[in-house]
C-alpha cells in the first residue's frame, strides 16, 4: 500500500520503536522487530525549524493491546529482549527523489533509489 503525504521542510524524517533481540534468539533468526511511528518534514536550518509551521504524520493504527508498554513493563520477564529504543533517520527532500527505508540490526537505514535522491545526498549541507 502506497501512501502519500504533504511535508514542509527540505529534509523528511521517519521514527520507529525497535526491539532487538538478545543473543540466541539472533542465532535462531529473530530480526530486529520495529513498528513505524511518525514521518515529518524537518528543516536543516534550526530557526526555521523553530519559526515554520510542522507536519508530522502517524504511520501506525491506534492498537487495542499497546505491545511496546508490555514489553516496556515486562521487560524483566522477556529476557531473550535486548533493547527498546527509539530510531529515526532523516534524508533531503528532492523533486523527484525515492529512498528505501529499511530496519537494521541497529536501527533505521535510509538509501536512495534513483539519481534525484543521489544528487540530493550529494549537495546536502
Avoid: C
Wanted: avoid cysteine.
Amino acid at each position: 500500500m502506497t501512501q502519500r503525504y504533504a511535508l514542509r521542510g527540505d529534509e523528511w524524517q521517519i521514527d520507529a520503536r525497535l526491539l532487538k533481540w538478545r543473543g540466541i534468539t539472533n542465532v535462531l533468526g529473530f530480526d530486529t522487530a520495529y513498528r513505524l511511528e511518525r514521518i515529518a518534514g524537518r528543516y536543516s536550518d534550526i530557526d526555521r525549524e523553530r519559526a515554520s509551521p510542522r507536519t508530522v504524520y502517524a504511520l501506525h493504527p491506534p492498537e487495542g493491546v499497546d505491545v511496546w508498554a508490555l514489553l516496556r513493563s515486562y521487560h524483566d520477564y522477556v529476557p531473550w529482549a535486548d533493547a527498546l529504543y527509539g530510531s529515526a533517520t532523516y534524508v533531503p527532500i528532492a523533486d523527484g527523489a525515492a529512498y528505501e527505508v529499511k530496519v537494521s540490526q541497529d536501527g533505521l537505514i535510509a538509501r536512495p533509489l534513483n539519481l534525484p535522491a543521489r544528487q540530493a545526498l550529494g549537495a546536502w549541507r
